[in-house]
């Protein structure tokens, strides 16, 4: 197993650059690292300011995924650029240098927006002068910087599948202060010239999500509340039927949507599965759906490319 996992990290290497084959580390490869690269990446071009942290790619009309594919989250960041304003759509996980790839990729005043306020997407934002959130105890919270074992965890070997970035190491790895320099509201529309975005509020998740919506392009920006994957919905921080309002609302406006850009994994998914997860989850919550045990406490709910990790105990906490 450990070997087809060299192999693996080997072929990644070949549409990648700057491999690092160290065979400590390809020894304790992530499990998360067989499945890479993913076959939807086959159809993307890899652009040449990616990196050997990040992954760079062209996913729409003036939108960039930054991709963090060698750390078991895959979260993916997204730089969005306007005529006289850029926005970068979450900042990762902070363990690669998010800000060196974005100053190659615009020269335009850049305003952070984060999707939630997660450890995988706020990692980056003390690298940046302008942020904007909404304005959420929890989003406070993070703010301040989050230096707790779960933190230290997002860098260590079974999360990886190279080394970490030069200069990075786990145990000086830590989400660190920054400031919310912009508030934002549900509904507002912020104009980055030629391109028009608005915030949508989806609470659920956590209480601070939000997605972001281009209705011209037909883009929706979908943070953590839809990707092709597990969707994580047993933290504190989650409540089950604000998810199902909110993941009803982003379902609604499917029909008007030409790509869905997911925080995690994969960039461009078709806006019709939307229906499928707002559907599914309505027979999680009523109690229809056959699950697996995920880890201990926690149950799968599994669908044709998405599935569900809920708490064992959910039914009583709705
Ligand atoms: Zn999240």
């Known amino acids: 197993m450990i070997k087809l996992k060299a192999i693996l990290l080997l072929a990644s290497c070949i549409i990648s650059y700057a491999c690092q084959t160290d065979s400590s580390l390809s020894d ?35 939108v960039w995924a930054l991709y963090e594919p060698h750390q078991w989250q895959e979260v993916i960041s997204y730089l969005i650029l306007g005529e006289q304003q850029a926005v970068l759509f979450d900042s990762g996980n902070g363990l690669g240098d998010i800000r060196a790839v974005v100053n190659k ?77 912009r508030v934002l509201t549900a509904g507002q529309r912020l104009d980055l010239g030629g391109r028009q975005l608005e915030v949508i509020s989806i609470p659920g998740h956590t209480d601070d999500s939000i997605a972001l919506l281009d209705s011209e392009a037909g883009y929706l920006w979908t943070g953590d ?27 609604k406006l499917s029909p008007q949507l030409t790509s869905l850009f997911p925080a995690h994994n994969t960039p ?17 919550l009523a109690g229809s759906e056959t699950s697996e045990p995920e880890w201990d406490g926690v149950l799968r709910f599994q669908y044709d490319g998405f599935s569900f990790l809920l708490r064992e105990d959910f039914a009583d906490n709705d």
């Open 225 to 251: 509340s839809y990707y092709a994957g597990p969707i994580w919905l047993f933290a504190d921080e989650t409540d089950l039927s604000d998810y199902q309002q909110s993941i009803h609302y982003l379902a």
């Open 28 to 62: 304790s490869l992530g499990e998360f690292c067989a499945k890479l690269p993913r076959p939807e990446y086959a159809n993307l071009k890899l652009h040449v300011t990616s990196n050997d942290w990040f992954e760079v790619y062209s996913v729409g009309d003036g």
């Open 105 to 181: 990729l615009t020269s335009l005043p850049l305003l952070v927006i984060n999707s939630h306020s997660h450890i995988d997407h706020i990692g980056g934002n003390y690298q940046f002068e302008n942020i904007a959130s909404l304005s959420t105890e929890f989003s406070l919270t993070r703010s301040k910087g989050v230096d707790e074992a779960s933190v230290k965890e997002e860098a260590s070997a079974a999360a990886l599948c190279r080394p970490l970035p030069a200069g990075v190491t786990q145990a000086d790895h830590t989400i660190r202060p920054y400031q919310i320099t």
């Open 268 to 284: 461009k998914v078709d806006p019709k599965t939307l229906v499928e997860v707002a559907s599914a989850f309505d027979k999680v």
